[in-house]
């Protein structure tokens, strides 16, 4: 008798059973809604009318949007129809030649009238910033912390110069940064495009330190894209920030600022860049 009252106890130790509620034994009421058709056609009909205004107020204030696209690539560089292969030799060495002046005038015509902020964007296709190893290709610590530019993990090719320091910033997504720049003017006056808060607030405050600055960047042989300036530290260097932030897709578009001017319908607006990428 006595044996088997250790034995019930020990085992009632030993039990993994749970507390009994109705909880963990899904024993609480629940909605089972019956499918009628009735049902199912009155659900469809009250979201039809719930959404159909949202979509509508939707549809009216993008009409209201005015874009104004400009393909810059292919006038100002050297082309040729009839030899494509030509063509395509020129352009890189178009592209190359740094002391080629790739200075390019466009004239722009405002469809609509353009209300401030007109926001400015550059689209490149056929850019695979999604690619894994370019998307691996970075090192937020170093970007973050100004002890540690010496960790360039991942960031191989460009993780160091020809006299083995560091770079800073390292990696494949910083080295091919955005480098055409443009200047707008109307009637022979400059337009400014405003560069500033163009970069997530969290990119600026926790990605990027605020006393990390640029070292040995872009000065390898083969330069891949625009160069940073080394006395302004990383988290104020948007133009970095916005392109450091990787698209998903290969056809994108960036924020390169905003114009805090209002451009009147039929207005003729000059476009001077400079194509270097």
């Not at 393909?71 to 030799?89: L, M, S, T, V």
């Not at 722009?108 to 689209?123: C, E, G, N, S």
Request: charged share 25%.
């Amino acid at each position: 008798m006595s044996s088997g009252d250790g034995a019930s106890q020990s085992s009632s130790k030993t039990s993994s059973k749970p507390t009994y509620s109705r909880f963990t034994q899904q024993e609480l009421p629940a909605c089972k809604p019956i499918l009628t058709p009735e049902l199912v056609m009155a659900t469809f009909i009250f979201l039809g009318i719930t959404f159909i205004p949202i979509g509508l107020s939707h549809l009216a204030a993008s009409d209201h949007v005015v874009e104004l696209i400009d393909r810059y690539d292919e006038d100002c560089i050297p082309a040729d129809k009839f030899n494509p292969a030509a063509a395509h030799h020129n352009r890189v060495g178009y592209i190359q030649d740094v002391k080629t002046d790739k200075t390019c005038v466009r004239t722009l015509t405002v469809p609509k009238k353009m209300k401030h902020p007109i926001f400015v964007y550059y689209q490149l296709d056929d850019f695979y910033q999604n690619h894994r190893r370019f998307v691996k290709s970075r090192n937020d610590e170093q970007y973050r912390n100004p002890l540690a530019d010496h960790r360039t993990g991942n960031c191989e090719p460009e993780s160091l110069n020809n006299e083995n320091k560091p770079i800073v910033p390292c990696g494949l997504i910083a080295w091919s940064l955005f480098n055409d720049t443009f200047t707008l003017s109307r009637n022979n006056i400059a337009l400014p495009i405003n560069k500033k808060d163009i970069a997530w607030e969290s990119d600026k405050t926790h990605k990027f330190g605020s006393n990390v600055y640029p070292k040995n960047f872009q000065s390898r042989g083969l330069i891949g894209g625009a160069k940073l300036n080394e006395s302004i530290p990383l988290n104020q260097q948007e133009d970095l920030l916005v392109w450091m932030r990787t698209a998903a897709l290969p056809s994108f578009r960036k924020l390169y600022g905003r114009i805090e001017t209002d451009l009147e319908a039929n207005e003729k607006d000059r476009e001077k860049g400079r194509e270097l990428l």
